[in-house]
């Protein structure tokens, strides 16, 4: 019990900090903060600042005449749908395979294990390619069969949303383990020598532990979703109106002098994305620390 | 290795067991379910491009590799991710300390910044970099078309790896060992070395990896700000493309497979090594 | 799990069904299946290299004032001219494709989505037009004129990657071709193309690519083509360009589909008179058929007369045609220019 204990939560309080911190000098902690703030500021703060700076640099008009845009409506829709597909698809099976991969003991658990973080290491045009390869109506070992059924998933809709899906695939198991891992199954234990099923234990023992690691991967999923691009770029056609995502309609209007245009729609796609994880991580801090 | 974080932890589970059952009849399932939907989404196609690479024989391997311009793509990319890999096992731990036993205002900030190179898009990333640190740079750095660029834009899309793969264990570190070394007289850099380092090796490593594997496969930042000089400032995602626009599936397939296999190489030898530590006790 | 955090989660569930459903309303047609006629005309589908985009879409508005044309709407897919041809081989429907090579187009006949006659009219199969020029900054301050001016010590030249963009070719061509056209031999034109290689500061993936670089501060001379100096300069960026003396001519061919709607070939009939060829040209592009009356062209160097004719003009035919020129210079092993470009690289 002491143990679970000490392995607190991220804000355990400024009590147990201080006792237990040994002494750093100052002037370390000071130099170790200004690596950390320069690094951070001149890699991403500043850079992407700039992509906002650019967006609302000509004024609000050409900001709102953007986003007004039918084709520009279309690809924020597009993007936003098959993001949601993404997050409702990884979300149910990352949670599955999260529990599945701590609380229980399989032949070739490690090789699942190892393969999970696949998908992030593995090149936007190797995705293409590989979707391009299997999908193919000519003569893809799936494509094939599937348009005889009449479902064309390469450049439609279908093709955009396993790409993105797949892309994002580790994020919801990355985050729900190590909530798993911490929780312990003493509660679960109990209710299942109380007689409780499987289904009912998870659904009221452990998810509601793991709530919040799941909404977090759920939203980096969605982030990491409505920001694909070389995938997407292969497999949808880039019909415009059609199978053009927001980062396609980005990549056209700025090969096209719209640079404003391309900027504003980025400075969506960043905005959102921030703002969500934003949300998200104070809501955590704020609950865990209630909970605590 | 890399989801399942094998720790001391895992070796001598304290508070609760893992179940060592089998699986029971509905986890069995779930498994099946589990195990089918990523193979149909992830596994197939790869290996649908691994079959493709190896249709061409032993041959199609070794043409394909010994051409200068991919073997200097290759060698670039994974040099380049590995020196990447260091910096951010460094300062990537640096920023997680940071983040977790110092407060200082703005923390907060800086743990939603991140998570920012996962929310833009790759494309969007290089615009900006291109206009920070190109030709037309405000504080007049210019990394535009060299291989400094190339390392800039790895180093931004693999930020958030070993952060966040330091940081949760960072969190959930016991303390009592610090505290006694503290008691004993032991100055902080000692602990540091000493005691807390150990425990973070695995998660380091882990992170590393990913970032690693990561930065092997980029392309869409690359696509304005590198050049795409042969020899020089090519790399892998770019050559494979070249294949692909010239029609030689077989070609990219043979590098898309190259890049796969470093990949898994790293992701395995982690594994083992975390394995080994957590033996090693 | 309480009343209320039960009531959180089925109404976090439902916001984003609602928002998954309300997405999901925007027109989702099968875009997979081409020329379904509406109830009031048809749609055709277009699928072609990004440079005409916004010239396409101007001569389609014109076509659907004429009678052949009325009632006629348009998908459009634009992107890298390769990318869109290997697209419709892997099945992105198409009734009308336009692309900036004839290899592109070749790529469809082969597979037997093109009829084999679809080059056998008076144009070849040739709808836009182009040459190949010089960029440079405004006012031309590095004095760039003539072929011989690339290759000086300290010039910095952009060009699109001949590796990996079909229509990057079509430069790199003009340059080898300019020397044999000046009397040189082939060692001349290999000794050539090698000192501007070593010039070259960038290789960005597509024509595009490579004005946006430039644009951004790299290089002091983009090798590119006379109506996308033009499109640039119509939407306000900072470049002037040379026509050089020698240069080649650019044909970019357009073809209708075997499985196209009949007003599909109505359309490219169209694309060939005069009033479309007009329209065209106030884009920047060169007239492929005689009688065009030229509008003034904004952007144009001079726009009363936009398109000086070089000293010598250069053809594709001049090299054999694309196929034997494919195998010369551009084979992935033993293409000239490949070559050329593994040496310069290795050199540095």
Redesign the interface.
């Known amino acids: 019990m002491v143990d679970t204990a000490a392995a607190d939560t991220p804000t355990a309080g400024p009590t147990l900090l201080q006792a237990s911190r040994p002494a750093g000098s100052g002037a370390g902690r000071v130099t170790r903060q200004a690596i950390v703030v320069v690094y951070l500021s001149a890699l991403v703060v500043i850079p992407v600042a700039l992509v906002f700076w650019n967006a609302f640099k000509d004024g609000l008009a050409p900001v709102i005449a953007a986003l007004t845009d039918p084709v520009v409506v279309h690809a924020l829709q597009l993007t936003l749908m098959a993001a949601l597909w993404s997050v409702v698809f990884n979300a149910i099976f990352g949670v599955a395979t999260a529990v599945l991969l701590v609380r229980y003991e399989f032949p070739g658990k490690r090789v699942l294990n190892a393969f999970i973080d696949l998908p992030l290491s593995v090149s936007p045009v190797v995705v293409g390619l590989s979707l391009v390869i299997v999908y193919n109506i000519h003569d893809g070992i799936l494509g094939k069969p599937l348009a005889a059924a009449g479902i064309h998933v390469l450049f439609s809709t279908p093709g955009i949303v396993l790409a993105t899906t797949f892309i994002s695939m580790p994020l919801v198991v990355r985050e729900v383990v190590p909530v798993l891992q911490e929780q312990g199954t003493e509660q679960e234990q109990a209710a299942s020598s109380l007689g409780a099923g499987g289904w009912t234990t998870f659904w009221r023992i452990t998810m509601p532990g793991i709530r919040w690691g799941v909404i977090y991967g759920v939203v980096l999923c969605f982030a990491r979703s409505i920001g694909e691009f070389g995938a997407v770029k292969v497999v949808s056609g880039n019909i415009t109106g059609k199978t053009q995502t927001a980062t396609l309609a980005v990549e056209q209007l700025y090969q096209n002098f719209n640079q404003t245009q391309a900027f504003t729609i980025a400075a969506v796609l960043a905005g959102a994305a921030i703002v969500i994880i934003s949300v998200v991580a104070t809501l955590r801090v704020r609950v865990e620390r209630r909970e605590s | 290795m890399t989801v399942v974080q094998l720790d001391a932890k895992d070796a001598a589970p304290p508070g609760g067991r893992v179940l060592r059952t089998n699986l029971t009849k509905g986890a069995g399932i779930g498994l099946g379910v589990v195990v089918l939907w990523f193979s149909v989404l992830v596994l197939l196609p790869l290996a649908a491009v691994v079959a493709v690479a190896v249709n061409g024989g032993w041959d199609g391997f070794v043409t394909t590799l010994t051409n200068p311009q991919t073997a200097s793509a290759i060698k670039l990319t994974v040099l380049t991710s590995l020196a990447v890999a260091v910096l951010n096992v460094l300062v990537g731990t640096l920023i997680a300390w940071v983040l977790v036993r110092e407060r200082f205002p703005g923390s907060r900030v800086l743990e939603v910044v991140i998570d920012v190179p996962f929310a833009l898009p790759t494309i969007v990333a290089g615009l900006v970099l291109l206009a920070l640190y190109g030709p037309q740079s405000p504080i007049g750095v210019n990394v535009a078309n060299t291989r400094a660029a190339v390392f800039l834009a790895f180093a931004f899309v693999t930020l958030p790896f070993v952060v966040r793969s330091v940081q949760p264990v960072l969190e959930q570190l016991d303390r009592e060992a610090e505290q006694a070394a503290h008691s004993l007289g032991a100055s902080p850099g000692t602990t540091f070395r000493r005691i807390v380092l150990p425990a973070l090796i695995p998660a380091i490593a882990a992170g590393g990896a990913l970032s690693f594997a990561r930065g092997v496969s980029e392309y869409g930042s690359l696509v304005l700000l590198s050049g795409n000089l042969a020899m020089r400032t090519e790399v892998t995602s770019v050559r494979m493309l070249t294949y692909v626009e010239n029609g030689n599936l077989a070609s990219a397939s043979v590098v898309a497979t190259v890049l796969l296999g470093v990949a898994l190489f790293v992701l395995v030898a982690i594994d083992l090594l975390q394995r080994w530590l957590v033996r090693r006790g | 799990?309480n009343a209320k955090?039960r009531a959180g989660w089925l109404a976090g569930v439902l916001v984003?069904a609602t928002?998954?459903l309300?997405?999901?309303s925007?027109?989702?047609?099968?875009?997979?299946a081409s020329g379904a006629p509406d109830a009031a005309g048809t749609q055709l589908?277009i699928?072609a290299f990004?440079v005409p985009?916004?010239a396409n879409q101007a001569v389609q508005a014109a076509f659907a004032k004429t009678d052949a044309g009325a009632g006629v709407t348009w998908?459009?897919?634009?992107?890298?001219s390769?990318?869109q041809s290997?697209?419709v081989?892997?099945?992105?429907?198409a009734d009308y494709v336009h692309f900036s090579l004839e290899s592109d187009v070749t790529?469809l006949v082969d597979d037997g989505l093109v009829d084999p006659s679809w080059n056998s009219g008076a144009t070849k199969g040739i709808v836009t037009s182009s040459v190949v020029v010089f960029a440079v900054r405004p006012g031309n301050p590095k004095n760039i004129h003539t072929w011989d001016d690339l290759v000086k010590d300290g010039v910095q030249v952009v060009t699109p990657?001949p590796?990996?963009?079909?229509s990057a070719r079509w430069n790199i061509l003009a340059a080898w071709g300019q020397v044999i056209a000046g009397g040189g031999s082939e060692e001349d034109a290999k000794a050539y193309t090698t000192k501007l290689f070593t010039n070259?500061?960038?290789?960005?993936?597509?024509g595009?690519?490579a004005t946006?670089?430039f644009l951004?501060?790299?290089g002091d001379v983009l090798l590119s083509y006379e109506n996308e100096a033009i499109?640039?300069r119509q939407?306000?960026?900072a470049l002037d360009y040379v026509v050089p003396d020698t240069t080649l001519r650019i044909d970019n061919p357009g073809a209708v589909t075997k499985a196209a709607n009949a007003k599909a070939k109505a359309f490219l009939d169209y694309v060939l008179t005069p009033d479309a060829q007009a329209i065209y040209a106030s884009f920047g592009f060169r007239p492929v058929v005689d009688g065009v009356t030229l509008p003034e062209v904004k952007g144009a160097n001079d726009p009363a007369n936009p398109f000086p004719t070089p000293t010598t003009l250069l053809t594709i035919d001049d090299f054999g045609g694309w196929s034997a020129a494919k195998k010369k210079f551009?084979d992935?092993?033993t293409g000239i220019i490949t070559q050329i470009?593994?040496d310069?690289?290795?050199a540095?």
């Open positions: 799990m955090a984003i928002m998954g309300a997405a999901c925007s027109p989702g047609d099968d875009p997979s589908s699928v990004s985009q916004k998908t459009e897919s634009y992107g890298a390769g990318d290997r697209a081989e892997s099945g992105l429907a790529r990657n590796g990996s963009s079909g070259i500061v960038s290789l960005p993936g597509s595009r690519d946006t670089a951004a501060g790299t499109a640039a939407s306000g960026a551009f992935e092993d470009q593994a310069t690289g290795k540095s």
